[in-house]
């Protein structure tokens, strides 16, 4: 399943990069031609990266893989891992174990959050969301009122840490479709402008989100834990 997720990973990231990190500087500048020229290779691109994605899902070994997938999920496999007695623990009483597990990996990504390189502000980005899942997924356990909070915190530092995201991958998709033309071209030109217009939009925007980012963690860092208040 890793070899499919890497697969499918270059054709996500690249409807990201048009449908969301292009798409707002082209909305807020219609008529840059520099920004059009990036927006066409992209495209070019992604239609690249989608003949791999369907070239795997015909592959044996994307066929082999669902098969041992399906049959580990009617087998019901996952219960070989474990013993009974956690099979048969109630899942009150899983709940805050696991969730406990997520948001400590979530505050040691955090710790000298202000400093934080973009590899590990991505890192937390990971950290925030699996334990925005796990949260939203155990919520009935728990009074709305004690959940709703902690999940809207999560979602608003998601939300924050993404735009840092999106100047690190518009980066370096940026860099890939200059790579694309040929050196010395008008096209390259064309371009570079366009990347550096791209990533003079991003940066401004990411720099206007960080003002808000370090006063969303702090607030989150300091709350108390749904599942711990009685």
Not at 4 to 32: C, K, Q, S, W
Not at 101 to 119: C, D, I, M, Y
Not at 156 to 176: K, P
Not at 180 to 194: I, P, Y
Request: glycine share 4%; aromatic share 8%; proline share 3%.
């Amino acid at each position: 399943m890793r070899w499919l997720i890497n697969g499918l990973g270059e054709a996500r990231d690249l409807d990201v990069f048009i449908d969301e990190v292009i798409a707002a500087v082209i909305t807020d500048r219609p008529n840059d031609k520099d920004l059009k020229a990036v927006l066409r290779t992209a495209k070019k691109m992604r239609t690249a990266a989608y003949r791999r994605v369907r070239k795997a899902f015909s592959s044996r070994r994307y066929t082999a893989a669902m098969l041992e997938l399906s049959l580990w999920i009617e087998k019901r496999a996952w219960r070989n891992t474990v013993t009974q007695q956690k099979l048969d623990s109630p899942i009150k009483n899983v709940a805050p174990k696991l969730l406990a597990k997520r948001h400590r990996k979530v505050l040691a990504v955090g710790e000298n959050f202000e400093n934080l390189s973009p590899e590990s502000r991505h890192d937390g980005r990971i950290a925030l969301k699996k334990v925005r899942y796990a949260s939203e997924f155990f919520a009935g356990l728990y009074p709305a009122n004690r959940t709703r909070t902690y999940v809207a915190s999560l979602r608003q530092l998601q939300t924050a840490l993404g735009r840092s995201n999106d100047v690190t991958m518009a980066e370096r998709l940026a860099d890939s479709i200059v790579q694309q033309a040929r050196r010395g071209s008008k096209d390259t030109d064309t371009l570079r402008m366009g990347a550096g217009k791209l990533l003079g939009w991003h940066t401004r925007a990411a720099a206007q989100a960080d003002t808000d980012l370090e006063a969303l963690w702090t607030t989150f860092a300091k709350s108390r834990p749904f599942w711990l208040i009685s």
